[in-house]
Nanobody, 128 residues
Framework: QVQLVQSGGGLVQPGGSLRLSCEVS????????IAWFRQAPGKEREGVSC????????FSSNSVEGRFTLVRDRDKNTLYLQMNSLNLKDTAVYYC?????????????????????WGQGTKVTVSS
């Protein structure tokens, strides 16, 4: 069974930074697509960033490109989402997710349907 344990999050002012953590097993870390999603109140779950199990390349949505960065720490089997220049629209519950991959993928997907395993979620609130 694939388990994802999240930590981090909290309250931050606009323009500030936060780092979220997603700890998994070594096998999951090495062989699974791992992604971050977020869901704001009343909105659908949105893909944020992901790392592809094929070559560990990363992909981010336009809304966070240049502000959010994925950091892989293999010693800790942890994928970090470093979030900088946060704004009010970044307020949401953030989830990490993992999947072993699907045939014919050319990169990691940023759709919730592409992932079978989910973390417990962590709340990020950007407010002055």
């Amino acid at each position: 069974q694939v388990q994802l344990v999240q930590s981090g999050g909290g309250l931050v002012q606009p323009g500030g930074s936060l780092r979220l953590s997603c700890e998994v097993s070594r096998f999951t870390f090495d062989y699974y697509n791992i992604a971050w999603f977020r869901q704001a109140p009343g909105k659908e779950r949105e893909g944020v960033s992901c790392v592809w199990n094929s070559d560990y390349s990363t992909f981010s949505s336009n809304s966070v490109e240049g502000r959010f960065t994925l950091v892989r720490d293999r010693d800790k089997n942890t994928l970090y989402l470093q979030m900088n220049s946060l704004n009010l629209k970044d307020t949401a519950v953030y989830y990490c997710a993992a999947d072993s991959g699907r045939p014919l993928q050319l990169r990691c997907p940023l759709l919730p349907a592409g992932y079978d395993f989910w973390g417990q979620g962590t709340k990020v609130t950007v407010s002055s």
